[in-house]
């Protein structure tokens, strides 16, 4: 737990920890439905509205995020960033990576000598970051790949480390998504799972409640011409395992060493867990 893993002294971001909640996002599901939202569905089904709403938002991505977290995200993911020891030489596999921007810094950091593969199951998305990472002049040692989280296409034992940043919550079947990021983790690499989870304090909760259901449906009709994707959102980071929930599925998974951080008040955690 966070009281006695060393993750705890790597970052000291708003370290409340999490209480113990009733709320884990995997109690509405069954053998064959899931949720997409608030609403069941067909597991089989899931995959394809989920790509429906990244078609729908690719584009104006990068903005909406800068809108809705009045730019903290990039204070989450530099956190990220820090927490996942990559050094030059390093093999790293940047999940749901979207537009690139941790994919853009982890090819920094591992130099001319290591890898980063930017891999989304969305191929707008995965074209956003390919054309964000190009138009930055980062050509050479980076690997695009369009892949299911669930089953990832890699040999096993391949990665020093594993980041999936917001991007979790839409996998259909999170606990074999997370036993897929063990297989092709190297042993001592580390798992870095970021996300949106469940606030620590009451009245931060239902503030984020009123701001979460009437704000980001508005600026997404606005901005993105589309307020059902933003609702989505919304619901879907309800439905999310909570900080609790999703440490004890990675230790199902056989991650070691588990941890999170709570930033924001637990608006957002970062998990982490190694391979050994």
């Known amino acids: 737990m966070i009281g006695s893993d060393p993750f705890e002294e ?13 709320h884990s996002g995997a109690n509405s599901e069954s053998a064959d439905t899931t949720h997409f939202g608030y609403t069941d569905v067909p597991k089989q089904e899931k995959e394809r509205l989920v790509g429906g709403v990244f078609d729908s938002v690719a584009s104006r991505y990068d903005i909406m995020n800068d809108l809705m977290s009045f730019g903290v995200h990039r204070l989450w993911k ?5 927490a996942s020891a990559v050094r030059p030489g390093h093999q790293v596999l940047d999940l749901a ?8 810094r982890f090819a920094t950091r591992v130099g001319k000598q290591g890898r980063v593969v930017l891999s989304d199951i969305n191929a707008s998305m995965l074209a956003e970051g390919r054309a964000r990472l190009e138009n930055e002049g980062k050509v050479s040692g980076i690997d695009y790949v369009l892949a299911n989280a ?4 890699f040999e096993s ?8 940043a917001f991007g979790l919550r839409n996998v259909t079947d999170k606990q074999r998504a997370l036993e897929s990021m063990y ?13 949106f989870s469940k606030p620590v304090l009451p009245l931060l909760e239902k503030a984020y409640d009123v701001y979460s259901f009437t704000a980001l449906p508005l600026m997404g009709r606005i901005i993105a011409n589309d307020a059902d994707s933003y609702r989505y959102l919304a619901e879907s980071i309800r439905m999310h395992p909570d900080q609790d929930t999703l440490e004890s599925m990675m230790r199902e998974a056989g991650f070691e060493r588990t941890g999170y951080q709570n930033f924001t008040g637990g ?3 970062l998990h982490k867990g190694f391979k050994l």
Not at 78 to 82: E, S
């Open 10 to 22: 790597e970052l000291a971001v708003d370290s409340v920890s999490a209480s113990p909640s009733t």
């Open 78 to 82: 530099r956190a990220t960033i820090d």
């Open 97 to 104: 990576g979207g537009t690139g921007d941790l994919a853009s």
């Open 150 to 153: 669930e089953c990832l296409p």
């Open 157 to 164: 034992n391949r990665f020093d480390c594993i980041t999936i």
């Open 183 to 195: 297989r092709v983790l190297k042993p001592g690499g580390r798992l870095l799972v970021l996300e």
């Open 267 to 269: 608006v957002v955690a």
